[in-house]
């Protein structure tokens, strides 16, 4: 059996984003190594950038949660990061 831990990574912000892209040229393309696991980046996936939208999340899945002024089920909006396959040749799985 795997030994368990508590995987709390920095979540960035927009201020925090916005202070690392101030450097870049615009047409500079975003790519992003998503991790195999939790923390590990030794053998990342890379993709690139496509979108990015605000996006309505269920606090707790059931509408539960927390409470708006109307006392509502609680929802939250985050902004969210679309990443797609970078560009190049693929096989199609025609299953």
């Known amino acids: 059996m795997a030994d368990m831990f508590d995987h709390n990574p920095q979540v960035w912000t927009a201020g925090r984003l916005r202070e690392v892209l101030a450097a870049l040229p615009d047409e500079t393309p975003i790519h992003i190594g998503v991790a195999d696991g939790p923390g590990d980046f030794e053998s990342y996936g890379e993709y690139v950038l496509v979108d990015a939208a605000p996006v309505e999340v269920d606090v707790d899945c ?11 089920p609680g929802h939250r909006v985050q902004f969210t990061l679309f990443a797609d396959a970078a560009a190049g040749a693929y096989h199609l799985d025609l299953d």
């Not at 059931?62 to 509502?72: A, T, V």
């Open 62 to 72: 059931e509408g539960e949660g927390e409470r708006d002024r109307d006392g509502e």
